[in-house]
């Protein structure tokens, strides 16, 4: 069975400095990775995904993640942080055989935490 | 575009009520996800619709029912609601594409059981 983990549930930098969040993931097959971002009582932003090519994705806001197949991770990361990055960050893995069904595995969550 | 928007926002219900929830895609979005997200089990897959017809379904009981219509609108229903399945609902669409289509979310329903 597909699988997510985030190992940490809170992360804290401060603004200015670069953050990582981390991501885990277990998959059969080639993984199509996901990040998402949750503001308070608010739904789920994309922010990027991996689908297959360069294993760094940029995405939105400044974000980029890297693919590392032999470490099965998918990190999130941000040269410089803002205190308006402060949110909930989800990994998710697609469990999508040949577009059979858009099913998301979702990671645990990790509260990002950035102060002035 | 307009987003994918969910109605209503906020429900309160007591046990044993049914509710049911609505959701309207992205135009030309034809695939459409629920989600629940609790403070205890996260995010958890309850359904995907395409085309009017159930692609995948998560492991919820048979009180968790959903069905899509032909303009690709969704809505889902819950039946003899039970104080655990307070939590907040979201709904995704994705693009007719075929690979790894990115899901698109709503801002939720949040669902209190009293």
């Known amino acids: 069975a597909q699988s997510v983990a985030q190992p940490e549930d809170q992360v804290n930098v401060a603004e200015g400095n670069p953050l990582t969040v981390k991501c885990t993931y277990s998959v059969s097959g080639n993984p199509y990775l996901f990040w998402y971002v949750q503001y308070p009582n608010r739904g789920l932003q994309f922010l990027l995904k991996?689908?297959?090519?360069?294993?760094l994705v940029k995405g939105s806001y400044g974000f980029e993640a890297e693919f590392n197949k032999s470490q099965t991770s998918f990190h999130l990361k941000k040269p410089s942080a803002l205190v308006s990055d402060s949110a909930l960050y989800f990994c998710a893995v697609s469990e999508n055989y040949g577009g059979a069904t858009n099913k998301l595995i979702f990671g645990t969550g990790t509260l990002l935490a950035v102060q002035p | 575009k307009a987003g994918v928007t969910q109605t209503p926002r906020y429900l309160i219900k007591t046990r044993g009520q049914q509710v049911t929830l609505s959701c309207s895609p992205i135009?030309?979005?034809?695939?459409v996800s629920w989600y629940q997200q609790t403070p205890g089990q996260g995010l958890q897959f309850l359904f995907e619709?395409?085309?009017?017809?159930?692609?995948n379904k998560g492991n919820f009981p048979g009180r968790f029912s959903g069905r899509q219509f032909s303009n690709s609108r969704s809505e889902m229903n819950v039946s003899t609601l039970e104080l655990g399945d307070s939590a907040l609902y979201l709904c995704?669409?994705?693009?007719?594409?075929?690979?790894?289509?990115?899901?698109?979310f709503g801002p939720g329903t949040r669902l209190t059981v009293l």
């Open positions: 619709y395409f085309s009017e017809t159930q692609r």
């Open positions: 991996y689908i297959t090519g360069d294993n």
């Open positions: 135009s030309g979005h034809r695939s």
């Open positions: 995704a669409s994705s693009p007719p594409n075929l690979m790894a289509d990115t899901q698109y």
